[in-house]
């Protein structure tokens, strides 16, 4: 069967909700929705997802993408079809650095002109679909994006729908859609960092038929050493359990490794299953963990009490309405 270019298909709206998850889109591998179903009913019941805890350098964008393409290939002689990289890897976190703004568009607009061009190449020839952090131009600001690039081409770009703190209000501008990505078969949600505390686009992701979720992470908090990675892991692993095991979903979850800028970061990946437990992780600086994904797990999950997305009624939700004194 021919294949066509990449085509957003929205195929159901949640709702009356109002905001980017009423407007999520799902992206087929085919320009008719229909034929999804089919290629997907044709793939392996399993597949492979590499995490990578990956050091940037700030500013140094081609270095880090040339260890991105050295990430991939370790990843792909390991069986994976997958790869998740950090938030914001590729130009390194500029928003902690000590960069002015004129230095940083510059160091954007370098990284802009290159990344796509060379993930393409990569992932054709690899194949292999990947999601790589990057920081893109947004008018007079920014923007702290995920590209997902696949065998067969650019898929999307995940713009971070939730922004922590003043910093990052300063620095960039929020996200306004949320793509739902299908790509060699298995369908997927992203988000970054932060968005880990916003339930919602799990859900959503989940009732777009997500096998599984992919988190880049820049957090840098909590000091340095094991206790910083213990700090993060802890406040990871009070979300992560619950998102799957509601959503019948696979979490993967990278953070960047080592000082870069004014910031350090623990470096280390974390995987939990469709029923909540950790399965994989990797705790010791720039490292990556290469994990199976179930098509059987996750119909395993989706068969138990604890499976809600299919029993949702968003419909009801958003007509909520206060009531009483």
């Not at 194949?127 to 590209?147: K, P, W």
């Not at 809600?308 to 958003?318: D, F, L, N």
Request: proline share 4%.
């Amino acid at each position: 069967m021919a294949t066509s270019p990449v085509a957003e298909v929205a195929d159901r709206r949640l709702g009356d909700a109002n905001g980017p998850i009423a407007g999520a889109r799902r992206i087929y591998l085919y320009t008719d929705p229909r034929v999804f179903f089919t290629f997907v009913n044709m793939t392996d019941e399993t597949t492979r997802v590499a995490a990578v805890a990956m050091h940037s350098d700030m500013g140094a964008w081609a270095a880090n993408l040339a260890a991105v393409e050295n990430w991939c290939r370790r990843a792909r002689e390991r069986g994976a079809e997958f790869a998740l990289f950090p938030e914001e890897c590729i130009t390194g976190s500029l928003n902690k650095s000590d960069l002015d703004l004129a230095a940083a568009r510059e160091i954007v607009r370098a990284a802009e002109a290159e990344t796509r061009f060379r993930l393409e190449a990569l992932c054709r020839e690899l194949e292999m679909t990947v999601v790589v952090g990057t920081i893109e131009s947004a008018g007079d600001r920014f923007a702290n994006s995920a590209l997902v690039v696949g065998p067969t081409g650019y898929l999307a770009t995940y713009t971070k729908l939730h922004l922590p703190n003043a910093d990052e209000k300063a620095w960039f501008v929020a996200g306004e859609r949320f793509p739902v990505v299908t790509s060699q078969g298995w369908t997927f949600g992203v988000g970054i960092c932060y968005d880990l505390r916003f339930p919602e686009i799990f859900r959503t992701a989940a009732q777009h038929g997500a096998d599984f979720f992919l988190l880049p992470v820049g957090g840098s908090g909590g000091g340095s050493g094991p206790g910083q990675v213990q700090y993060h892991k802890q406040l990871a692993m009070q979300l992560m359990p619950a998102r799957a095991v509601d959503n019948a979903l696979y979490i993967f979850y990278a953070n960047q490794a080592g000082a870069s800028g004014n910031a350090h970061f623990p470096g280390f990946t974390l995987v939990v299953d469709p029923q909540g437990a950790l399965v994989d992780e990797y705790l010791a600086g720039e490292g990556m963990t290469v994990t199976e994904v179930s098509r059987a797990a996750i119909a395993r999950a989706r068969r138990s009490g604890c499976y809600t997305a299919a029993e949702t009624r968003p419909e009801i939700y958003a007509g909520a309405r206060r009531v009483g004194g």
